[in-house]
Nanobody, 124 residues
Framework: QVQLVESGGGLAQAGGSLRLSCAASGRTFGGYSMGWFRQAPEKEREFVAGITWSGGNAAYGDSVKGRFTISRDNAKNTVYLQMNSLKPEDTAVYYC?????????????????WGQGTQVTVSS
């Protein structure tokens, strides 16, 4: 089993920054890719960013490209999401997830473990 715990969410102003962390415990990363998703009220879960185990490859959703950066520290079993130039439309619950594959994937169905989520609210 893998347990994922997100932290770092909160309230930010438009144009500001937040850094999310996702701490893994249990069987942890195991060579699999990790991802961040978000879900706003009455909207579908959206892929935000993903990264391979090595950190050599990353991918981003179109709405966050150039503003968000995903990274990981395998020694600390932690994945990060640096969010800059925040916009009100970034407001959502952000979830960390571990996939069942080694490559980066934006498909929620390929992720087997999910955190409980952390709320990010961006005011205009």
């Amino acid at each position: 089993q893998v347990q994922l715990v997100e932290s770092g969410g909160g309230l930010a102003q438009a144009g500001g920054s937040l850094r999310l962390s996702c701490a893994a415990s249990g069987r942890t990363f195991g060579g699999y890719s990790m991802g961040w998703f978000r879900q706003a009220p009455e909207k579908e879960r959206e892929f935000v960013a993903g990264i391979t185990w090595s950190g050599g490859n990353a991918a981003y959703g179109d709405s966050v490209k150039g503003r968000f950066t995903i990274s990981r520290d395998n020694a600390k079993n932690t994945v990060y999401l640096q969010m800059n130039s925040l916009k009100p439309e970034d407001t959502a619950v952000y979830y960390c997830a571990r996939s069942r594959v080694t490559g980066v994937t934006s498909l929620p169905a390929l992720y087997g473990y999910w955190g409980q989520g952390t709320q990010v609210t961006v005011s205009s």
